[in-house]
């Protein structure tokens, strides 16, 4: 069964370095999104991304933030220089999008910790 | 703006009770859809249901079902049968976008099925 892959499951990093979560989706999926989580939280709305632009994004996805499918297979969420309130298990998704949104395929997670 | 309620934030049951986790929506659009995922303790979001507004039909998925209830902005969930592998956090998700691009997960209810 297809499924979406996240790497690397789960990082380390010091405040204010650069991290790059990455994503494989669904290879015929059109939609890709990155959903953040902090522990015991609910599941919160990054950003969505669609035809090699971002197509929405809340306001938790500041300047900090940038995704990018740098290929035909890859989507990355970069953070420019992490906080300690960027702690959070990260989500990527995708769907096939078209009439209705489809379910969301959800890959594993990310964990983020920053020191 | 729309928003999820599961007011339910944990629940605990014996092995083969029956359960019934509660969300209540709020939105203005006529055309929307709603979700619930489960997330077991390894992390991971999994998808379980899809439900559009114009679709008020209950569903039954084996040990699993969902009523529906235009009248009440309400999509419940009940697990029949509870087992210990149910045991998990249960997010219920609203989405007004057509095209899936930004979904709305509820804080969740976590349930506790002991043996």
């Known amino acids: 069964e297809p499924e979406v892959t996240q790497t690397p499951s789960h990082q380390v990093t010091q405040m204010g370095q650069e991290v790059i979560l990455r994503c494989v989706p669904i290879s015929n999926h059109l939609y890709f999104y990155w959903y953040r989580q902090i522990l015991g939280q609910k599941v919160e709305f990054l950003v969505s991304?669609?035809?090699?632009?971002?197509?929405?994004k809340s306001e938790i996805f500041d300047d900090q933030f940038s995704v990018e499918r740098p290929d035909g297979s890859n989507f990355t969420l970069k953070i420019r220089s992490t906080k300690l309130e960027d702690s959070a298990m990260y989500f990527c998704?995708?769907?096939?999008?078209?009439?209705?949104?489809?379910?969301?395929?959800f890959g594993e997670g990310s964990r983020l910790t920053v020191l | 703006a729309q928003k999820v309620t599961q007011a339910q934030t944990e629940i605990s049951v014996v092995e083969k009770e029956d359960v019934t986790l509660d969300c209540v929506y709020e939105?203005?659009?006529?055309?929307?859809?709603l979700f619930w995922y489960k997330q077991p303790p390894s992390g991971e979001l999994v998808f379980l249901i899809r439900r559009n507004s114009f679709d008020e039909q209950n569903e039954i998925s084996g040990r699993y079902s969902w009523n529906f209830q235009k009248s009440t902005s309400s999509f419940n969930f009940t697990i029949t049968a509870s087992q210990v592998v149910d045991s998990a956090v249960y997010f219920c998700a609203l989405s007004e976008d057509n095209y899936g691009q930004n979904f709305v997960f509820g804080p969740g209810t976590r349930l506790s099925v002991l043996p």
């Open positions: 939105t203005r659009d006529t055309t929307y859809y």
């Open positions: 991304f669609y035809n090699n632009e971002i197509s929405e």
């Open positions: 998704a995708s769907s096939e999008g078209g009439r209705g949104p489809g379910e969301l395929f």
